[in-house]
């Protein structure tokens, strides 16, 4: 399940790069549905990157920076007996 999650995260960063908004609509029902089969995709772009935080593997680009600018792949978690476990951690850098 975490390729298939991964190539539709990669859908979504391209269209929105390119600003192709048709797929918006059909990209949110899919995401829906995952989280009705318990998946939780995070994205952390943008945020400020802490390197305790054990979700994220980061290649950082400048040593002063806290910002995540890219994201290669997201956070996974599967939830299961009612808590969440992470399944992939995401792949980000900061710069």
Known sequence: ?????????EIE???LEQNIDGFERNLKRIYHELEEKG?????????????????????ILNSNSKKITKVIRPTIYKSENNTFQLIQKAVVIVE
């Open 1 to 9: 399940m975490n390729a298939i999650i991964n190539q539709l995260f």
């Open 13 to 15: 960063k391209k269209a």
């Open 39 to 59: 998946y939780k995709i995070v994205n952390p772009l943008g945020t400020n990157y802490d390197e305790r935080d054990s979700s994220i593997e980061a290649n």
